[in-house]
């Protein structure tokens, strides 16, 4: 018998949380890395979730996608952005190359998934759905069978905010939601390879790290926000033991996460500093912290300026490039290592050196002239203008506990073998579109670059 692949997305999971900290309290998980290949895998650059499940899901890159995070700069715009969306992606995906060899696949929540496209089998919308009265199944009519046996489809939910009774409420109730969809997707299609992910991991982190975390450096002690992590993870571990349950021996289990989370130091607030040394400049400064989209800038003379994020984006106003560039081209290159050099001697408040890591893009499509992270990704970009000081405690898009790290986790159980091993190093994301196609027993194509496990 033919054997069929099942894969468990689990949004921002690291792997010093899952095979380490938590671990102890989770038996399903236990037995799976008992009997299992497990270990951290590396994210891409960016580690943000959209591009990283694509890049595992196409073996590419970002570079190669033009995809690095939720949305890209239209042409040379200063202010029009657009989302990035299913349609954005443009080279095929593995079940792309399933279906080509007859194979089902059944999507569930895997990003960008809004909106769904037509594929050899069927989808479900990802957490960039709008809302529940969006269209977000493929085919169309499957919506009202999934509303029939669940509710009204619950895509993400608000946690950047300070009420997190809330979001805790919200957080187990769509997790509850996705894993009864899940198995009704489960039990009535027919597929060779069905995929999941669960953004809920991600909000979790985000929304109570500082509770669990005594070296955060917010950290706050709280009787019932101090174990919700914990509570959230043994969630899933019951839904794994469930799936589990449901498995036969010729069904494989793969558990995959596209970066990881680790403790929030404050925001670098980019634009503030550009504009302080003159790089970036407006012709009223902000009486209340505005995006630079919604600022007066004087494009004319602005040299440079930023996104925010866990990352920064950076671009240079170049002369025949933008509408207003007044850098020549000839001189981006010096301007760009000026910059860098500057921002190399930034110290962050305790005195010591902030920490800049260059990811060069140049080239791709739809890249900035810089994307830079900050003390190893600990201190978030914030691309707003308005805040008079050069960093922030919080996120400046609302509360927020954790950044994300540049390891996620990867755990392969078959149950017609025992390997018991925890993978060491040398795994990333590109690895696992041919890993999943290797063990569907497909062709590997040759413009993936990424690499199989060997198993």
């Known amino acids: 018998m033919k054997r069929r692949l099942v894969v468990v997305g689990l949004d921002g999971v690291p792997p010093e949380l899952l095979f380490d900290k938590l671990l102890p309290e989770l038996p399903t998980l236990r037995h799976l890395t008992s009997r299992g290949l497990y270990g951290p895998m590396r994210s891409c650059d960016p580690p943000i979730t959209v591009p990283a499940w694509m890049v595992m899901m196409t073996g590419r890159s970002p570079a190669e996608l033009g995809i690095f995070g939720f949305r890209e700069r239209k042409a040379a715009s200063y202010t029009d952005i657009s989302l990035v969306t299913s349609a954005s992606v443009k080279l095929p995906t593995v079940w792309d190359y399933l279906g080509k060899a007859g194979k089902r696949s059944c999507l569930f929540g895997v990003p960008p998934g809004y909106p769904p496209k037509p594929i050899q089998g069927v989808m479900v919308g990802c957490h960039l759905t709008p809302d529940h009265t969006s269209r977000y199944t493929e085919p169309p009519e499957l919506r009202q069978e999934l509303e029939a046996n669940a509710g009204a489809y619950i895509p993400d939910v608000t946690f950047r905010t300070d009420n997190r009774d809330q979001v805790l409420e919200q957080l187990f109730d769509m997790t509850h939601q996705h894993a009864k969809l899940q198995r009704h997707l489960f039990q009535k299609e027919r597929w060779d390879f069905f995929m999941g992910v669960e953004i809920g991991t991600d909000r979790i982190h985000h929304a109570f790290w500082k509770f669990s975390d005594p070296n955060h450096p917010k950290h706050t002690a709280h009787p019932r926000y101090s174990r919700a992590m914990l509570d959230y993870y043994r969630l899933i571990d019951q839904q794994l033991h469930d799936l589990l349950g449901s498995l036969d021996d010729d069904t494989l289990l793969l558990i995959l996460s596209d970066h990881g989370a680790k403790a929030m130091q404050g925001c670098f607030c980019l634009n503030e500093w550009l504009i302080e040394r003159g790089y970036l400049v407006v012709k009223d400064y902000p009486t209340k912290v505005a995006k630079i989209e919604q600022a007066a800038v004087d494009w004319a003379k602005t040299v440079a300026w930023g996104w925010g994020g866990y990352y920064a984006r950076l671009f240079l106003n170049v ?121 569907l027993d497909q062709p590997i194509p040759a413009e993936l670059t990424g690499k199989p496990l060997e198993v």
Request: glycine share 10%; with cysteine.
């Open 319 to 439: 002369k025949g490039r933008e509408p207003h560039g007044c850098v020549a081209p000839q001189d981006v290159e010096r301007v760009r290592t000026k910059l860098l050099q500057d921002l190399e001697a930034t110290t962050a408040p305790d005195g010591k050196p902030l920490g800049v890591t260059v990811i060069n893009p140049t080239g791709s499509k739809g890249a900035s002239d810089l994307m830079l992270y900050f003390g190893d990704l600990s201190w978030r970009s914030a691309g707003t203008i308005g805040h008079r000081r050069l960093f922030l405690d919080e996120n400046d898009t609302g509360p927020d506990d954790a950044v994300h790290s540049q390891h996620g986790v990867l755990l392969l159980y078959d149950p017609k073998r025992t390997w018991g091993r925890r993978l060491s190093n040398g795994v990333s994301l590109p690895d696992v579109a041919p890993t999943i196609l290797r063990l």
